[in-house]
């Protein structure tokens, strides 16, 4: 079991998002689910308390240290919150008592907002799915047949809180290099506070159908159109060409065996250069399929661990104290990291629900954090053969998600596309 301590270490990946999270790039990502009725605060509240017990380690704040930040325990419960502006907005972390996560609801939308100092999408889809299983017992819907880790009263394990990245280091292994610029999407920011989201709902069954047809999986298939719909955008401007950079996330505990809910993921980056000359979409899909098959192996995966591990035990990082970081890592992070991505995309999956509270879900989405390195992100997310694709966005420009999605209906998929407006709620 998680033993009782007031304070616990950041992950590889939380020490890197702690000094780079701000008004722009907030590191918070959302899950949200829609309900069938509207949502009862005073039950939601309940709900979140009684989970606190089974996250023991969520139940803490950030704290600055000499060297690093850490996490101290939190002498307070959080709060349900009423959704009232933009999704994703900045939390400021760093202040007393605050949680590294929040959850909200509105008319009907249940949503926990992680940063990504504390856990990524699988350890933020964990909790819900726990928070929403408690919230309906509290309605009086049990759930009977779900594993014990899906209950409040399950006493979590030390695994849920290793750092799997130092783990599965191996000093032996060498680093990968770092990458080259990469083109960016040439709009203009938003007002600060602001984000937009689109979404474009898919029927899985045929997504899958038409994703097998060029032998490749749902991501696969999704990413090879997104890079199709960004090569057509830069054809159209005629602007300066550059590499079209996908970071695509990769949950990494199936393959190391892992039941971290801490950070666990690396990011690939397949490439598609313009400058190259034109390409069939055939052309597109078949270098998507091979490069995911060959790096997705545990002997590549394991050089960019290294790399990540050995970036932050590196004599600059451990030496400098704290306030240095902070100022030096936004930099070092634009230069190392977003400046070499052209945009995100992230397949959260397929999310099952108990089958007795099925009925009053009617949806799940998953929106990408903001990020001023990469202006555009996607994600996506599956539940009861409905995939989500949300666009998230601090632009008010239109063109990337429209020729996406005109793309994805070309494929005779058919989608619906709803824009979220999160002006200010009243």
């Not at 970071?247 to 505990?253: A, G, I, K």
């Not at 992230?346 to 903001?370: A, C, H, L, Q, W």
Request: aromatic residues 16%; hydrophobic residues 35%.
């Amino acid at each position: 079991m998680v033993k009782e301590k007031n304070w616990f270490k950041l992950d590889n990946a939380g020490k890197m998002y702690s000094s780079i999270t701000s008004a722009r790039s907030t590191t918070l990502f959302r899950i949200s689910v829609d309900l069938k009725e509207k949502v009862d605060k005073s039950i939601l509240q309940k709900a979140l308390d009684n989970c606190m017990d089974r996250f023991p380690y969520l139940n803490v704040n950030l704290k600055r240290g000499l060297f690093w930040y850490y996490f101290d325990r939190n002498s307070i419960m959080p709060k349900v919150e009423k959704e009232k502006y933009y999704p994703c907005m900045y939390l400021e972390v760093k202040k007393k008592n605050i949680f590294l996560f929040r959850v909200l609801y509105y008319n009907k939308k249940i949503s926990v907002e992680f940063s990504h100092i504390i856990t990524d999408g699988t350890g933020a889809t964990f909790f819900l799915k726990v928070l929403i299983i408690e919230y309906f017992r509290l309605k009086g819907i049990y759930c009977e047949n779900i594993e014990n880790i899906y209950r409040t009263s399950y006493i979590p394990k030390i695994d849920e809180i290793e750092d799997s990245f130092k783990k599965y280091y191996d000093k032996k292994i060498p680093s990968i290099p770092n990458g080259k610029s990469a083109f960016h999407f040439p709009f203009k920011l938003c007002e600060k506070g602001e984000y937009y989201v689109v979404i474009g709902i898919v029927d899985v069954d045929v997504l899958i159908k038409k994703a097998k047809k060029y032998d490749s999986t749902i991501t696969q298939f999704l990413t090879a159109i997104y890079f199709k719909s960004i090569l057509e955008f830069i054809k159209s401007i005629n602007c300066k060409k550059k590499p079209i950079v996908m970071n695509v996330p990769v949950n990494l505990r199936k393959m190391y065996s892992s039941k971290t809910m801490k950070n666990f993921f690396i990011s690939l980056t397949p490439t598609i250069d313009p400058r190259l000359g034109e390409y069939t979409f055939e052309e597109i899909i078949k270098y998507t399929k091979n490069y995911m098959r060959f790096y997705i192996d545990k002997k590549y995966i394991n050089k960019i661990i290294s790399r990540n591990v050995k970036n932050e035990r590196s004599i600059f990082l451990r030496v400098f104290p704290l306030i240095l970081k902070d100022f030096g890592m936004p930099y070092i992070y634009n230069f190392f990291g977003e400046k070499n991505y052209t945009t995100g995309f992230s397949n959260f999956g397929k999310v099952t629900m108990p089958k007795e509270i099925d009925n009053y879900i009617e949806r799940i989405e998953v929106y990408p954090p903001p990020s001023i390195g990469n202006i555009i992100k996607v994600t996506a997310i599956s539940y009861n053969n409905k995939m989500h694709i949300s666009f998230g966005k601090l632009t008010e420009n239109k063109d990337i998600e429209m020729i996406f999605f005109r793309n994805v209906r070309k494929m005779g998929i058919k989608v619906k596309v709803e824009k979220n407006n999160y002006n200010i709620r009243k």
